[in-house]
């Protein structure tokens, strides 16, 4: 198959090669990604080892799991004590909350179903009437155009929705407010992109003279975006660029982007260890309050505790901090017994440096 | 969870199409959200086909990027071609 090229490691090395010759030789150089993908592909293939020492790739608030806030996982687990059956993602089943994670509601008797896809639980529904069924629909733009497409056709009514939701733009514009956070350009999320397009990132170039390479996911996609950033910096430019034109056209994917909009409204929303961040997330639109689970059950838990003691994710979520700068990192807290987000999410940063060699032999500059 | 991973539609069937991943795994994809015909490849995030992936497009993405690699620091004009 022709991604494969993608992966081809003379290729890769030639890069590597035209990276070290382009990059600054003395000034720090902190390129920005926001992407769960990207930081496994970089993680996974030492992409970070291949760089000057001068130059590293920090990793941002890229994991739909990590950042919902604790107060939309107690709604949740919530629902599902009161008796529906919670229907999620895999690794939001583990996401804690205030008091518990899903499974840990599970373990007090709740009815918690791991599926695949959103059609999963429109199916369920479909199949037993009788019981009610909660989607926790959590996800960036890739993920929320299924949730708004199978609520646009109006499933059963014994399914209705925890909309958690989020987009990632005003997260990047959030991380270029942080004053202490130096960031030199960013990589943009491809699939993301796959659906909102190119348009929305105009604003960090444009706005903030920010570098902007959108890129896919094979390690040859990361390496060339990394180039692409690095030139940009030595020319003194500010442009946005799309390395992943096989998939990210300008105007993105119009059909799920419709989609989107006739079944979600922007509004502020809670990033767990973030706060608030403005027209960053989703909700039902009016048409649609009938299948909003916060109305079904009455739950509106507006606080929670987004942090355990101890634990450094939302310091490692802005890349302000490595996971190996975490004091529990890999020791409370490890992939088998995870004490903060970002060691739940598949895409969390912590899971990712615990699972690959890239825990174990931190590049730092 | 962003993860999105190419398939090749095998079949269709309305809304639905049977994907191959390669590997044996075949499964199903809600294909509503793209414009994608039988053999054309998609990438599946969550059970929806959110992008046709352009063969073409890669293709041309590593010639180029091959040719400007191989060219001297002089040449690299090529590049704003990308």
Redo the contacts between chains.
């Keep these: 198959?022709?991604?494969k090229?993608?992966k081809d490691p003379q290729?890769a090395r030639?890069?590597t090669e035209?990276i070290r010759?382009i990059a600054p030789k003395r000034d720090i150089i902190k390129i920005c990604h926001v992407?769960?993908?990207h930081e496994w592909t970089i993680s996974h293939y030492g992409i970070r080892s291949l760089l000057p020492e001068n130059v590293d790739v920090i990793a941002g608030p890229?994991?739909?799991?990590c950042i919902v806030p604790a107060s939309e996982v107690d709604e949740a687990v919530e629902t599902a004590l009161r008796g529906a059956t919670l229907v999620c993602?895999g690794?939001a089943a583990r996401v804690p909350g205030s008091q518990m994670s899903p499974i840990e509601a599970k373990a007090k008797g709740a009815d918690l179903r791991i599926v695949?896809?959103?059609?999963?639980a429109v199916k369920m529904a479909e199949r037993e009437p009788n019981r009610d069924f909660v989607f926790f629909a959590?996800?960036?733009e890739?993920?929320a155009?299924?949730t708004a497409?199978e609520i646009l056709k109006r499933p059963p009514r014994n399914l209705s929705f925890l909309v958690s939701h989020r987009l990632i733009p005003p997260a990047m514009e959030l991380m270029l407010g942080i004053g202490d956070l130096q960031i030199d350009a960013f990589i943009a999320?491809g699939?993301?992109s796959?659906?909102i397009g190119l348009e929305p990132y105009e604003i960090f170039p444009k706005v903030y003279r920010m570098p902007t390479i959108v890129a896919g996911f094979e390690p040859?996609d990361v390496l060339?975006a990394i180039y692409?950033a690095l030139?940009q910096i030595r020319n003194r430019t500010a442009t946005l660029?799309n390395?992943y034109?096989?998939?990210?056209k300008w105007e993105g994917?119009v059909?799920?982007r419709e989609?989107m909009r006739r079944a979600f409204k922007v509004i502020s929303g809670n990033w767990r260890g973030l706060g608030r961040i403005p027209d960053s997330a989703l909700t039902l639109r009016e048409e649609y309050l009938e299948y909003d689970a916060h109305k079904k059950y009455g739950i509106r838990i507006k606080r929670g505790r987004d942090i355990p003691p101890g634990c450094r994710c939302h310091l490692v979520m802005i890349g302000k901090i490595k996971p190996t700068e975490c004091p529990l990192f890999m020791k409370a807290c490890t992939p088998q017994k995870p004490i903060g987000s970002c060691m739940v999410?598949?895409?969390g940063t912590c899971r990712i440096w615990a699972l690959t060699t890239q825990g174990s032999n931190p590049k730092s500059i | 969870m962003c993860l999105a991973v190419p398939a090749r539609i095998i079949e269709i069937n309305g809304d639905l199409a049977k994907v191959d991943f390669g590997g044996g795994v075949i499964r199903e994809a809600n294909i509503s959200l793209v414009d994608a015909r039988i053999g054309d490849y998609v990438l599946v995030h969550a059970g929806y086909a959110i992008q046709v992936l352009d063969k073409e497009e890669a293709e041309e993405t590593l010639r180029l990027w091959r040719e400007i690699l191989e060219a001297e620091e002089g040449r690299e004009n090529a590049l704003e071609r990308l």
């Design positions: 198959m022709l991604w090229d993608f290729l030639r890069i035209k010759e992407c769960g993908t890229g994991c739909p799991v993602f690794d695949y896809s959103v059609i999963d959590i996800g960036f890739t993920t155009p299924s497409s999320p699939h993301v796959t659906v040859i060339l692409m030139r660029e390395e034109r096989r998939a990210v994917n059909k799920a989609l999410g598949i895409e």
